[in-house]
């Protein structure tokens, strides 16, 4: 990624990588890149598969998000068909609390495993930030009882050198529906100081069953 300024305004541009194996892949790896560009409160993002000459299913079309009013509300965009579609982004956060509300999460914990200095990237210099968020999900489905285990490492790279950009910090805000663990989430994130110039996420996720899926 990268940033300048210029006009008091300020740019950002993040590629982001992402990688699944595990059964719930279908025990394959499943590649795609995210490419967003942010400046002030405003922001677009595009995923972009891997293989989407290959039949993959992803943004049809080129489509992509925009984001307004920093981050408060999203555009998704189908250029195929001339289309687009308005997102409040806070009523699908609370649509997405009472879709947890058959869900207990148990025993939340968000650490910070890491705060040293690192290194300088793009002429920047940086803190390297490592937090790890840990919760087991337990739900009733058919009268069967289900439990899922999940672990979260998150590195950042950031910098105190560039001015706050609302879009994309507004995009970091992270929810899991559950009103106790996103308080414990969103607690140690406003701890975190500056822009983020690369983030790394490795997510853990394992079944009543013992399978595990990696992304």
Known sequence: GGAGG?????????????????????GKEMSA????VFEGDQGRVELVPADVGKGAE?????????FKDS????YTVNPAQKS???????SAAVRGSRAMA???????KVEKLKD?????????????????????MEMNMMGQNRSTEF???????????????????????????????DSLIKAQMDKVTGLPLKTVRMTTIKDNAGKTRTM
């Open 116 to 136: 040293e200095e690192g290194p300088k990237m793009l002429g920047y210099p940086t803190r390297h930030l490592v937090f790890r968020t840990t919760y087991k």
């Open 33 to 36: 890149t995210m490419k967003a």
């Open 151 to 181: 672990s979260q490492d998150d590195d950042w790279w950031v910098t105190e050198k560039i001015p706050q950009i609302s879009a994309w910090n507004r995009r970091q805000e992270f929810k899991t529906g559950d009103a106790g663990l």
């Open 6 to 26: 210029g006009g008091g305004a300020v740019a950002f541009t993040a590629v982001s990588k992402m990688d699944s194996t595990g059964p719930g892949a279908g």
């Open 84 to 90: 687009y579609m308005k997102m409040d982004l806070d």
């Open 102 to 108: 058959g869900v207990k999460v148990i025993d939340p």
């Open 71 to 74: 981050g408060k509300t999203a």
């Open 58 to 66: 992803g943004a049809p079309g080129g489509g992509y998000t925009l």
